[in-house]
């Protein structure tokens, strides 16, 4: 059974850092690309980041050169590192694999930053 755990969240002023975690089991990991998205309130899920099993990185543009997705697969762990935050980076965020043609999604962590 797939399961994917999100922690990290939390509340932070504007220009502020956090560093989201994602502890993934029940899949082989290191194989298998990831991704990061968000929902703020009344708006639709949107993408964030993602990061195949080669280790190279995709970004929306809202966060390209603020965020950073890695993953350590020995740990079987995905990482949002978040910098210079702002107010309307304020989401839920959800850590994403898609895995024997199956979306799989963590409960979330909510990300709050104040101005």
């Known amino acids: 059974q797939v399961q994917l755990v999100e922690s990290g969240g939390g509340l932070v002023q504007a220009g502020g850092s956090l560093r989201l975690s994602c502890a993934v089991s029940?899949?082989?990991?290191?194989?298998?690309?990831m991704g990061w998205y968000r929902q703020a309130p009344g708006k639709q899920r949107e993408w964030v980041a993602a990061i195949p099993s080669d280790g190279s990185t995709k970004y929306a543009d809202s966060v390209k050169g603020r965020f950073t997705i890695s993953r350590d697969n020995a740990k079987n762990t995905l990482y949002l590192q978040m910098n210079s935050l702002k107010p309307e980076d304020t989401a839920v965020y959800y850590c994403n694999v898609l895995y024997l043609f199956r979306n799989y999604w963590g409960q979330g962590t909510q990300v709050t930053v104040s101005s």
């Open positions: 029940g899949m082989i990991f290191s194989s298998n690309p």
